[in-house]
């Protein structure tokens, strides 16, 4: 038992947690097509995306810390 490599719990967690962040994930989602085209490199959904992963993380993060010894 202690050769057992260690699961990481945090990605079996996220899973749980992403179908409650549906809104910031279309979100991210709607701007990745609407900035598709640009050329330019000048537009992005940076914000979008830590939105999501914010929105993620609170979730996580309670369950999470939980199962840490």
């Known amino acids: 038992m202690a050769d057992e490599e260690p699961v990481d ?3 079996y967690l ?3 947690c992403k179908p409650k962040c549906v809104k910031p994930l279309l979100e991210y989602q709607a701007c990745v097509k609407r ?3 640009d050329e ?3 537009k992005h959904c ?3 995306y830590f939105d999501y992963w ?3 993380d609170k979730c996580v993060a309670p ?3 939980v199962k840490l010894k």
């Open 46 to 48: 940076t914000g979008q």
């Open 9 to 11: 719990q945090k990605k």
């Open 54 to 56: 914010s929105c993620v």
């Open 35 to 37: 900035i598709q085209g």
């Open 14 to 16: 996220e899973e749980s």
């Open 40 to 42: 330019s490199g000048h």
């Open 63 to 65: 369950k999470l810390f």
